[in-house]
């Protein structure tokens, strides 16, 4: 692997920016690099504690972005490493970032962004953080992504879990030993060696000159993520494991995006309570280290290796690793710790590092206990339904041992949660949370418009007896037509209005355009029978169905899509039902926020669904 490391280099700054950039232009071809690129395109570039700021990323970028979209022959530039340490980089320097991410996806183990400046609190700020975090749901052998020591804000924590909401969920049931699934998956196959680009079939040729004589050694080339799972010699240990075959896909890359993460770090990273809230769904649905690492590229011996043992080990976290952060609040550290017990049920098919456990076990129990000695208010459920609740009193062992039963973990998680979204609502109102605030958003408008259709489209069965209000009559080439547009459930003397849409036979364009005639019709009322096809009984108002006013609706509440399909028709379908009326008067003289909270609860928007 070829290693462009610069944290040795006196310059530092935009300079250093412009010589990495430089320095990744040389591998193009036919400059002076592009030789020792084409025999080895891994890279592990390092540029820690350089103090570039975004305009010194700038270059950085172009140069990867260059290296990267060279086609002309065998690839120049698999990053495998990206070190940015201490570069007082912020939010802005992301959505640079995040076209390198889809280029390397396939590529990319290991993302340094630590103790930089990266904040989240604007909409531009919102914007390129999710930018970057959309850019990982194609990484297929990402490692670790740290992001400690930056003052990340509630809001990153916010779109962090948005942005996991919206990945597919990871198939994990095929149960592997360590690096039993990489390993695997690199078994020789029998295509034809011509599928295999021609610098490929050379760098195959120095490892093992036997197997490449039988079989083709390069990896699919086709897609991005099936670039990551080229590995030079040096970085797999054998020959066996130095390239994976073409036709037969190696098993990591069933596993992607941030859901297929091993280690996130986010220690010191300016947590609060609400950023705990947010946590605690990806924790309770985050698959153990130990189980993604066997579907991951071993790291290499050394550092590396050594780094990611210390991050399974650090304070009990596994895999996660959100301590230390001193601005959580006894609340909100309790909540992230229930939530790591609530994953034992991701390891009912599979097995987990025991002595891992047992660490997270005995840490978490010492804190549980010391949380339980703080004494708070009950949750919101049940100060909402008029009985007391107290704090959770499991310590950290009984919480252990429940473990057996899902259902009371389950019980205490809620419990926790609901509290810190009471203390958020109250302290900080509905508009602390995106989601929260789109959800009142859209149902206001939603039964401002639909209240009564559900309730008039129900009354017009089939077959059902309506009188007409108001009747236009006009003739198109001489055929009559007759349209009812307004119809009464009790008998009424309905207007009528003609319209002729045709000259009569000696009459002059002139005579045509007076005004059409109305005249109230003096005989018995006109009975009708409405009849509704079965097509259309979800039609509500101005003849659209639920679905599209669903559309329309969240179109002007929700462009940005912070909403599922779920919640969406879910507050659709309350906004129609008048029978949520009589539910939300119920909550009249309770406080404000206890009111929302059961709001949000009724339409399933008090959080983002981790597990659809």
Not at 79 to 107: F, K, P
Not at 433 to 453: E, F, G, Q, S
Request: glycine share 8%.
């Amino acid at each position: 692997m070829g290693k462009l490391n610069y944290t040795n280099r006196k310059v530092d700054g935009p300079k250093l920016g412009q010589i990495v950039e430089k320095d990744l232009l040389k591998r193009i071809p036919p400059k002076s690099g592009s030789n020792a690129a084409m025999r080895d395109p891994f890279v592990e570039l390092n540029v820690v504690g350089k103090h570039l700021s975004d305009e010194g990323f700038l270059p950085v970028v172009n140069g990867l972005f260059a290296a990267y979209t060279y086609t002309q022959g065998s690839p120049i530039l698999h990053l495998e490493e990206l070190h940015l340490a201490d570069n007082n980089l912020t939010a802005r320097c992301l959505i640079s970032l995040s076209a390198v991410i889809r280029l390397g996806a396939g590529d990319l183990q290991d993302i340094d962004l630590s103790h930089n400046n990266i904040s989240v609190f604007s909409d531009d700020d919102v914007f390129a953080w999710e930018s970057f975090l959309t850019a990982l749901k194609d990484c297929s052998v990402l490692r670790r992504l740290n992001l400690s020591g930056n003052p990340l804000g509630p809001r990153a924590f916010e779109v962090l879990v948005r942005a996991y909401s919206r990945e597919d969920s990871l198939d994990l049931s095929t149960s592997v030993g360590d690096d039993e699934g990489y390993r695997s998956s690199l078994e020789p196959s029998s295509c034809d060696e011509e599928e295999a680009p021609f610098g490929q079939k050379l760098k195959a040729l120095t490892i093992d000159t036997e197997k490449t004589s039988q079989h083709s050694s390069s990896p699919v080339a086709s897609t991005p993520r099936s670039q990551g799972s080229h590995k030079s010699s040096s970085t797999m240990g054998t020959p066996a494991q130095s390239t994976p075959s073409p036709c037969k896909p190696t098993k990591y890359i069933t596993t992607r995006g941030i859901r297929s993460v091993p280690y996130i770090i986010l220690s010191n990273t300016s947590m609060t309570d609400v950023c705990a809230l947010h946590l605690s769904y990806i924790l309770a649905c985050h698959h153990p280290p130990g189980h993604l690492l066997a579907r991951a590229p071993p790291a290499k011996a050394g550092p590396p290796s050594h780094q990611l043992e210390a991050n399974g080990m650090h304070s009990g976290c596994q895999g996660i690793v959100y301590l230390p952060n001193e601005s959580i609040s006894s609340a909100g550290a309790r909540l992230l710790e229930i939530a790591e017990y609530a994953r034992g049920s991701l390891s009912e098919d599979s097995t987990i590092d025991v002595f891992t456990e047992e660490i997270a076990i005995r840490t978490s129990a010492a804190r549980l206990r010391r949380a339980s000695s703080v004494a708070g208010e009950g949750s919101v459920t049940g100060r909402a339904s008029g009985r007391r609740c107290s704090t959770l009193s499991m310590t950290g062992i009984e919480l252990a041992a429940s473990s057996i039963d899902g259902t009371a973990i389950d019980a205490e998680l809620e419990r926790a949660r609901s509290k810190i979204q009471g203390n958020t609502l109250k302290n900080l109102g509905m508009g602390s949370l995106d989601l929260w605030r789109i959800t009142i958003k859209t149902l206001v408008l939603a039964r401002a418009v639909l209240l009564r259709a559900g309730e008039s489209n129900d009354t017009l069965s089939s077959g059902a007896t309506r009188y007409a209000t108001a009747i236009t009559t006009s003739s198109v080439d001489s055929e009559p037509v007759l349209a009812i547009t307004g119809v009464s459930p009790i008998p009424i003397t309905p207007t009528v209005t003609y319209k002729s849409t045709k000259p009569s036979p000696g009459t002059t364009a002139t005579q045509h355009s007076s005004p059409s005639l109305e005249s109230n019709v003096r005989t018995s009322p006109l009975s009708v029978s409405i009849k509704i096809d079965e097509d259309d009984n979800d039609e509500l108002l101005y003849g659209l169905n639920k679905n599209l006013w669903i559309r329309i609706i969240t179109d002007i509440t929700d462009p940005d899509g912070i909403l599922s399909e779920t919640q969406r028709e879910a507050i659709i379908e309350w906004a129609m039902d008048t029978n949520t009326l009589n539910r939300e008067r119920e909550l009249l003289g309770k406080p404000e926020y206890i009111q929302i909270w059961r709001l949000l609860d009724g339409v399933g928007c008090l959080a983002y669904d981790v597990w659809a």
